[in-house]
């Protein structure tokens, strides 16, 4: 650490580096806070939880007993002893007019600020709440139950919420007409996860009870990738395939051949966007009934058929550069997957065990070198690159089933099955450490100084703006 200090002061090592290397250092010593401790009003399991991305202060919190919550973690209702407690400054549960029935899968704030926030439940509805009255301003119905929610923290130009539940379509829900937009259809069973893009509003990505993990632009039908977990090229865009280079090669041909109008023969058709047109392979129309999928123009069917996890994605979440695409599924497994090319990274997270009957809510440290992921009673850091576990946290005592990683305060919160939100903070021994040495250090100057005069210099050369002692006049 001093050397850290002196290379900052020197101009070698840049602030931002230094802030990050002091983040990583309190991340990487988290255990349960013994200073902070969050009072649950929930008579169920926690199954999602969420700090505001606007001023990271409250903490919203959904369960099982159709209950949301919310809390202020900078500022404590009451004390005991060393410990802060926070109690929620309101919840809303079945009693209220507008609450769900039955369990809340997924509680997020509206990213722009906090003045909405969003509950999914298996009443197979949406609400979309005004936080100041405590109202439901916006509902939405929906088909099936209600397995997760997502906004995207990039938006400009929409205000969809992304909606999986057990059917087959995904659904994106416009709070600014309170109607759906459209729905997006290719899986082939329950939707369980989704999550935005961190690098475009436009991109959605969902993982189904049939194990894939599809991209979809919202702007056009169809998906345009399926990550396959077979496909392990890192760092390379997929090669095209020799069947597809092969089709390419004879159908230029075959036009070359046909002479220069042969162009201008083929009938052409509209596309679904109506603003462009493609030829057609045959001038015949599709057979009436037909319940065939249309299937996106860059995706082969073999490709539509590819399979990220054996069993349900239980879990997605994009890296903060966006580059990268961490998925959990009921075979126990986690993935670390490259957005840009599609491919597994084939990274070995080491032996774990994750719920399979429920979505579970994944988490990154802010420099994404940490991955935190449920494990049954525990929660597990990973190392992002190599797999190895980092940190156990153990505190709960039933199984974890959300956690969010507070960027500002470097603190986890989790939610588990036994009705409690645990605080996970740096060690304070550390940083108690730190200052006593800090201390001794400056004693020590102090002492072996002739005058106060060499003392006081002394002081305002460790601590430049703390003047512990007056020179003699």
Not at 152 to 173: F, K, N, Y
Not at 216 to 239: E, K, M, N, T
Not at 413 to 428: A, C, E, H, K, M
Request: proline content about 4%; glycine content about 8%; hydrophobic content about 35%.
């Amino acid at each position: 650490m001093w050397k850290d200090i002196r290379d900052r002061e020197a101009g070698k090592l840049r602030p931002n580096s230094f802030a990050n290397r002091v983040k990583s250092d309190r991340t990487s010593s988290l255990q349960l806070s013994n200073h902070k401790d969050i009072v649950s009003p929930h008579r169920g399991s926690v199954n999602s939880l969420q700090v505001d991305l606007t001023e990271g202060r409250y903490l919203l919190s959904g369960a099982s007993d159709a209950s949301a919550a919310v809390f202020d973690i900078q500022r404590a209702t009451h004390s005991e002893g060393l410990i802060a407690k926070h109690q929620c400054i309101f919840a809303v549960d079945k009693q209220h007019e507008h609450g769900h029935k039955y369990a809340i899968s997924s509680a997020i704030w509206y990213p722009v600020d906090t003045g909405l926030f969003v509950t999914g439940s298996f009443d197979h509805h949406i609400n979309v709440w005004d936080t100041n009255t405590t109202q439901v301003v916006v509902n939405f119905k929906l088909p099936g139950k209600v397995y997760r929610t997502a906004m995207s923290s990039l938006a400009t130009s929409h205000m969809l919420i992304a909606a999986g539940t057990e059917d087959v379509q995904v659904r994106l829900c416009d709070i600014s007409s309170g109607a759906f937009s459209h729905t997006l259809s290719g899986h082939r069973d329950g939707v369980m996860s989704v999550e935005w893009s961190a690098s475009s509003e436009w991109v959605l990505i969902t993982g189904g009870c049939d194990g894939a993990i599809r991209f979809w632009d919202i702007r056009r039908a169809g998906c345009f990738r399926v990550l396959d977990q077979s496909q392990s090229q890192l760092g390379r865009r997929p090669p095209i395939s020799g069947w597809t280079a092969n089709k390419l090669s004879t159908s230029k041909s075959l036009l070359a051949s046909q002479g220069p109008n042969m162009k201008s023969r083929i009938p052409h058709k509209k596309l679904g966007n109506g603003n462009a047109t493609k030829p057609s392979s045959t001038g015949k129309l599709p057979a009436k009934g037909s319940t065939r999928q249309r299937l996106h123009p860059g995706l082969l069917s073999g490709q539509d058929r590819s399979v990220s996890h054996y069993g349900a994605v239980t879990g997605l979440k994009v890296t903060g550069d966006g580059m990268y695409l961490l998925s959990a599924g009921s075979d126990s497994r986690l993935k670390l997957w490259d957005v840009e090319s599609g491919c597994n990274t084939l990274v070995n997270f080491e032996t774990m065990r994750l719920q399979t009957n429920k979505p579970l809510q994944l988490a990154t440290s802010q420099d994404s070198s940490l991955v935190f992921a449920p494990c049954m009673a525990t929660v597990k850091a990973f190392d992002m690159w190599t797999g190895k576990t980092s940190l156990t946290l153990s505190g709960h005592y039933e199984g974890v089933n959300c956690c969010w990683y507070n960027f500002p305060d470097q603190e986890l919160y989790t939610g588990g099955n036994d009705r409690q939100i645990l605080v996970w903070s740096p060690s304070r021994n550390s940083t108690e450490l730190w200052t006593r040495r800090i201390g001794n250090r400056l004693q020590t100057r102090i002492t072996g100084a002739t005058d106060c005069r060499q003392q006081g210099s002394l002081v305002s050369m460790v601590i430049p703006t703390t003047r512990l002692c007056s020179p003699c006049t």
